[in-house]
């Protein structure tokens, strides 16, 4: 047996001491001794009965010898004592089955019949006079374990609901559950139930009880008694008002301490007649200056302001632990407009709103990002979405966002959602900050509204400033995991991602998105009844730990499986090396598919054979969740060795999202579709091969060479020529600052451009064959530099000048010979003929490389054991 310590306790309520007849603690040891009438079961789960000083809701109990009410009547007597209110500490034996001839049982099994006759209680006073008190099953009584869905309607469990963290933020997880971040506290081995009984005379003293059973019949069951506590509040002690804010002001040198007690309570800040849902360090955003900063701009963070958010009694207390002791301060205190104390009121979100977003020109509601925060910095989340995200791998299941620059900076994040162009919020009266967005060719909005009393709606206006969609433009975010595809539809579409791929795949034991995949509908097309300018397509990654993995999208028919291979972490522990991801891209092209590299150039393996081999058809610059990072310079500089060798292959973009830390196009493919050809996912593939794509974190560009579009090759005689160059970049995201020409890897021209826009020309002397690509920087204010945007090459080719550099082609031959290594030595082997296969695959992608290195009279001495795969 154990007490209950379900908080701080209240100074409204003290225990009344009467003399039971059972110490269930020696019943439950002794179960031959007396069994009052108490079910096997019941005697069973005596040992979990709360014993001693125990506080259940923020009430005190002294639980010493119990009641038991079984088939008899029983008196107690109590000292005098004067009280608005009486709580009782009790419970019920489980009700036997029931079976009629059938085999239905009726009434319920275990709980017995819904409001059942199972006792009175008669309250004795100093007068002489009495009140009974009707005693009720599932009303002021329950069962002393509890079936799922039969709760009591006037009584509360022991124990008081309370937030639960998540499995991320817990030392010992447990997810599942734990992502409701909260728990009723109403379950467990033993149960006793609250019940508050509104004494109508609490003028007169109470002396005594005495407890009538009810006179047999299906409602009789024993009744365990346990306490009985008497208090003075002005309402119902176990009714809580609605959830309200404050802000803790931290007492000079003392700092936030989020550790939880062995109960899960917050150590330094606890309610007694309520509870504290969460406490945070405040975020600060700018006031007067919020429409002047930039979108999604991370607010700083107070070191000594903690906000709260909490749910209690009119009458409770919070108690304050901390070096000096506990400090107790009424709820009322609080929540009294104009008291300066260490807790400031929080205005609470009374006011329901509607928000709708238009686009200029059109008053149908669009879909975009959304945040919006109140003047203490306080999130003000749509009544149906998240209030507390969570940004944590494979735990996001809303469509929210939660901008964080680093993890462990988690607590400085800045919190938005996606809205399909018109949400309901509770907003506080006052000043609210209001932030929209809808991808990188619509200028971001930040103002500030007065919600007054009686508004019903807000309007906000957003303006398409940059007409590259206008241009045959479409942008693709080409990896995305876990969303449904109708969440991956809105996050898509208020991003303003025109092309969202969503891609099943396996993690281990784990298969995720493989019930969405038919190798057959493209979400949001006309043929799937949409309007065809969002879209979403399941493809796959497939996956290998030490090889690498590759991105195979929108193909038709059947799944390409095995989607992963080879082992931990991506396959499953003893799976061998069943299939190469040469192959895997050969099959998806015979399925009509586009296949990618992700997160170019990791794993960095067998992708180099896929190049040389021709077998892809676009290189992936990943952002992640890194908003400030750029585009990544090793990505850039692998890519470059690839192009240095003449392999053209076009860039996209894609974030890898795996969870609401990560938006849908942070990083984002902008492809062109030719004039006179309707966007469809079957078009944006085909303007992907083509090459007439740039990868971009904001700014947009054009990039000509020759007149030429992105992904062109030129031809040139030998005598070469004069490259004629033209460029725009242009921003309402990222502010520019340098545009520059790379040829061959190396920076040409560099210019200092406005961080909104700029065009410009070069004239390029090219003696032989070259690609040419443009390159844009570009920052926020308080952020360093970074490459923001780059395009897909033009490659000049120059007659009896093949475009090799023998450095950079060694080096993508060790690769090879790397993956090859691998398949000979510590890869789990798969059958002999698998092996043989896949090593003739390597062998000939290496001889390919090996061979144009010969030709051009540069010799490679390679370290394979055996150059023909005849090592076993």
């Given at each position: 047996m154990s007490t209950i310590q379900d908080g701080p306790r209240s100074p409204h309520f003290q225990p009344l001491a009467f003399k039971g007849h059972a110490n269930l603690g020696m019943l439950a040891a002794e179960p031959e001794s007396d069994r009052f009438g108490l079910s096997d079961e019941m005697l069973a789960a005596l040992e979990r009965a709360p014993a001693g000083d125990c506080v259940c809701w923020g009430i005190p109990f002294q639980i010493g010898e119990a009641l038991i009410l079984s088939d008899h009547p029983v008196s107690i007597e109590v000292s005098p004592a004067h009280a608005r209110w009486l709580v009782f500490l009790h419970t019920l034996d489980v009700s036997p089955a029931m079976e009629d001839a059938a085999g239905l049982i009726s009434p319920a099994p275990r709980s017995g019949r819904l409001g059942g006759h199972a006792a009175d209680y008669v309250i004795s006073y100093a007068d002489g006079s009495e009140v009974r008190a009707a005693i009720r099953r599932r009303h002021q009584i329950g069962t002393f374990t509890r079936f799922w869905g039969e709760n009591c309607f006037e009584a509360v469990a022991q124990h008081k609901p309370y937030p639960v963290r998540g499995a991320q933020e817990q030392l010992a997880p447990g997810w599942g559950w734990t992502q409701t971040r909260v728990s009723a506290g109403d379950d467990g081995p033993w149960v006793n139930w609250l019940w508050a009984w509104e004494n109508p005379h609490p003028e007169k003293g109470i002396v005594g009880f005495r407890f009538e059973p009810a006179a047999g019949g299906q409602d009789a069951s024993a009744i365990i008694l346990s306490g009985i506590t008497a208090g003075d509040v002005a309402s119902l002690p176990l009714r809580w008002q609605t959830r309200r804010k404050a802000c803790l002001l931290l007492p000079e040198g003392q700092t936030f301490d989020p550790d939880l007690d062995k109960d899960g309570l917050l150590k330094q800040i606890q309610l007694d007649l309520g509870q504290v849902i969460s406490a945070t360090p405040r975020l600060i955003y700018p006031k007067d200056a919020w429409p002047d900063t930039y979108n999604n701009q991370l607010p700083g963070l107070s070191k000594s302001e903690i906000l709260l958010e909490y749910t209690a009694h009119p009458e409770a207390c919070f108690h304050l632990f901390g070096p000096s002791g506990n400090q107790v301060i009424p709820v009322s205190d609080v929540e009294e407009v104009g008291v300066e104390g260490l807790i400031q009121p929080v205005a609470p979100g009374l006011q329901r709103v509607t928000l709708r977003v238009i686009e200029r020109g059109d008053s149908k509601p669009v879909p975009v990002k959304l945040h919006i925060h109140g003047e203490w910095d306080e999130y003000l989340a749509p009544v149906d979405r998240h209030r507390i995200l969570n940004p944590d791998w494979f735990e996001d299941y809303s469509v929210d966002h939660l901008h964080v620059q680093h993890w462990d900076d988690r607590p400085r994040a800045h919190a938005c959602t996606y809205i399909p162009g018109e949400t309901q919020l509770k907003l506080p009266l006052g000043r609210v900050y209001v932030e929209v967005s809808k991808g990188f060719e619509i200028r971001p909005v930040r103002k500030v509204v007065e919600v007054t009393a009686g508004m019903q709606e807000i309007v906000i206006e957003i303006e398409r400033v940059l007409p590259w969609r206008e241009r045959g433009w479409v942008t693709a975010d080409t990896h995305v995991h876990f969303l449904s595809p109708i969440s991956a539809m809105l996050e898509g579409s208020a991003e303003g991602v025109n092309v969202v791929n969503l891609l099943a795949s396996q993690w281990g034991e784990m298969m995720s998105n493989v019930g969405d995949f038919d190798g057959r509908n493209t979400w949001g097309s006309r043929e799937a009844g949409g309007d065809g300018e969002y879209l979403v397509r399941?493809?796959?990654?497939?996956?290998?730990?030490?090889?690498?993995?590759?991105?195979?999208?929108?193909?038709?028919?059947?799944?390409?499986?095995?989607?992963?291979?080879?082992?931990?972490?991506?396959?499953?522990?003893?799976?061998?090396?069943?299939?190469?991801?040469?192959?895997?891209?050969?099959?998806?092209?015979?399925?009509?598919?586009?296949?990618?590299?992700?997160?170019?150039?990791?794993?960095?393996?067998?992708?180099?054979?896929?190049?040389?081999?021709?077998?892809?058809?676009?290189?992936?610059?990943?952002?992640?969740h890194y908003r400030y990072r750029g585009i990544d310079p090793y990505s850039l500089a692998d890519w470059y060795r690839y192009l240095n060798c003449g392999y053209l292959v076009p860039a996209v973009g894609g974030t890898d999202k795996m969870g609401a830390a990560t938006a849908v196009g942070t990083v984002r493919t902008y492809a062109r579709i030719p004039p006179g050809t309707e966007f469809t996912y079957e078009s944006w593939k085909q303007a992907v091969r083509r090459g007439e794509t740039f990868v971009t974190y904001g700014p947009l560009l054009e990039f000509m060479v020759d007149g030429q579009p992105m992904g062109s090759r030129i031809a040139m005689s030998r005598r070469g020529g004069t490259a004629d160059v033209t460029w725009q970049v242009a921003s309402v995201t990222v502010p520019l600052s340098r545009v520059e020409l790379v040829v061959n890897g190396e920076i040409r021209e560099s210019v200092a451009v406005s961080p909104s826009q700029a065009s410009g020309h070069w004239s390029v002397k090219v003696d032989s064959s070259a690609w040419l690509a443009l390159l844009v920087r570009g920052h926020y204010p308080d952020q360093p530099e970074i490459v923001v945007a780059h395009s897909t090459p033009v490659m000049v080719e120059v007659e009896g000048s093949p475009l090799l550099a023998a450095a950079d082609a060694v080096t993508i031959v060790d690769q090879v010979e790397g993956a090859m290594a691998y398949l000979d030595t510590v890869g789990t082997r798969a059958e002999d003929h698998a092996y043989k296969r896949m090593r003739l695959a390597l062998g000939s992608a290496h001889r390919s490389l090996h061979n144009r290195l010969h030709q051009q009279g540069h010799y490679h001495e390679h370290t394979l054991a055996n150059e023909h795969g005849e090592h076993h």
């Amino acid at each position: 047996m154990s007490t209950i310590q379900d908080g701080p306790r209240s100074p409204h309520f003290q225990p009344l001491a009467f003399k039971g007849h059972a110490n269930l603690g020696m019943l439950a040891a002794e179960p031959e001794s007396d069994r009052f009438g108490l079910s096997d079961e019941m005697l069973a789960a005596l040992e979990r009965a709360p014993a001693g000083d125990c506080v259940c809701w923020g009430i005190p109990f002294q639980i010493g010898e119990a009641l038991i009410l079984s088939d008899h009547p029983v008196s107690i007597e109590v000292s005098p004592a004067h009280a608005r209110w009486l709580v009782f500490l009790h419970t019920l034996d489980v009700s036997p089955a029931m079976e009629d001839a059938a085999g239905l049982i009726s009434p319920a099994p275990r709980s017995g019949r819904l409001g059942g006759h199972a006792a009175d209680y008669v309250i004795s006073y100093a007068d002489g006079s009495e009140v009974r008190a009707a005693i009720r099953r599932r009303h002021q009584i329950g069962t002393f374990t509890r079936f799922w869905g039969e709760n009591c309607f006037e009584a509360v469990a022991q124990h008081k609901p309370y937030p639960v963290r998540g499995a991320q933020e817990q030392l010992a997880p447990g997810w599942g559950w734990t992502q409701t971040r909260v728990s009723a506290g109403d379950d467990g081995p033993w149960v006793n139930w609250l019940w508050a009984w509104e004494n109508p005379h609490p003028e007169k003293g109470i002396v005594g009880f005495r407890f009538e059973p009810a006179a047999g019949g299906q409602d009789a069951s024993a009744i365990i008694l346990s306490g009985i506590t008497a208090g003075d509040v002005a309402s119902l002690p176990l009714r809580w008002q609605t959830r309200r804010k404050a802000c803790l002001l931290l007492p000079e040198g003392q700092t936030f301490d989020p550790d939880l007690d062995k109960d899960g309570l917050l150590k330094q800040i606890q309610l007694d007649l309520g509870q504290v849902i969460s406490a945070t360090p405040r975020l600060i955003y700018p006031k007067d200056a919020w429409p002047d900063t930039y979108n999604n701009q991370l607010p700083g963070l107070s070191k000594s302001e903690i906000l709260l958010e909490y749910t209690a009694h009119p009458e409770a207390c919070f108690h304050l632990f901390g070096p000096s002791g506990n400090q107790v301060i009424p709820v009322s205190d609080v929540e009294e407009v104009g008291v300066e104390g260490l807790i400031q009121p929080v205005a609470p979100g009374l006011q329901r709103v509607t928000l709708r977003v238009i686009e200029r020109g059109d008053s149908k509601p669009v879909p975009v990002k959304l945040h919006i925060h109140g003047e203490w910095d306080e999130y003000l989340a749509p009544v149906d979405r998240h209030r507390i995200l969570n940004p944590d791998w494979f735990e996001d299941y809303s469509v929210d966002h939660l901008h964080v620059q680093h993890w462990d900076d988690r607590p400085r994040a800045h919190a938005c959602t996606y809205i399909p162009g018109e949400t309901q919020l509770k907003l506080p009266l006052g000043r609210v900050y209001v932030e929209v967005s809808k991808g990188f060719e619509i200028r971001p909005v930040r103002k500030v509204v007065e919600v007054t009393a009686g508004m019903q709606e807000i309007v906000i206006e957003i303006e398409r400033v940059l007409p590259w969609r206008e241009r045959g433009w479409v942008t693709a975010d080409t990896h995305v995991h876990f969303l449904s595809p109708i969440s991956a539809m809105l996050e898509g579409s208020a991003e303003g991602v025109n092309v969202v791929n969503l891609l099943a795949s396996q993690w281990g034991e784990m298969m995720s998105n493989v019930g969405d995949f038919d190798g057959r509908n493209t979400w949001g097309s006309r043929e799937a009844g949409g309007d065809g300018e969002y879209l979403v397509r399941v493809g796959t990654e497939n996956r290998q730990h030490v090889l690498g993995h590759i991105s195979l999208l929108g193909y038709q028919g059947p799944i390409i499986a095995p989607m992963t291979t080879a082992g931990p972490d991506e396959s499953a522990l003893g799976d061998p090396i069943e299939i190469l991801l040469i192959e895997w891209a050969r099959q998806c092209r015979r399925q009509g598919g586009l296949v990618v590299l992700p997160h170019f150039p990791h794993p960095r393996a067998e992708h180099a054979a896929g190049i040389i081999s021709g077998d892809v058809d676009a290189l992936e610059m990943t952002s992640l969740h890194y908003r400030y990072r750029g585009i990544d310079p090793y990505s850039l500089a692998d890519w470059y060795r690839y192009l240095n060798c003449g392999y053209l292959v076009p860039a996209v973009g894609g974030t890898d999202k795996m969870g609401a830390a990560t938006a849908v196009g942070t990083v984002r493919t902008y492809a062109r579709i030719p004039p006179g050809t309707e966007f469809t996912y079957e078009s944006w593939k085909q303007a992907v091969r083509r090459g007439e794509t740039f990868v971009t974190y904001g700014p947009l560009l054009e990039f000509m060479v020759d007149g030429q579009p992105m992904g062109s090759r030129i031809a040139m005689s030998r005598r070469g020529g004069t490259a004629d160059v033209t460029w725009q970049v242009a921003s309402v995201t990222v502010p520019l600052s340098r545009v520059e020409l790379v040829v061959n890897g190396e920076i040409r021209e560099s210019v200092a451009v406005s961080p909104s826009q700029a065009s410009g020309h070069w004239s390029v002397k090219v003696d032989s064959s070259a690609w040419l690509a443009l390159l844009v920087r570009g920052h926020y204010p308080d952020q360093p530099e970074i490459v923001v945007a780059h395009s897909t090459p033009v490659m000049v080719e120059v007659e009896g000048s093949p475009l090799l550099a023998a450095a950079d082609a060694v080096t993508i031959v060790d690769q090879v010979e790397g993956a090859m290594a691998y398949l000979d030595t510590v890869g789990t082997r798969a059958e002999d003929h698998a092996y043989k296969r896949m090593r003739l695959a390597l062998g000939s992608a290496h001889r390919s490389l090996h061979n144009r290195l010969h030709q051009q009279g540069h010799y490679h001495e390679h370290t394979l054991a055996n150059e023909h795969g005849e090592h076993h």
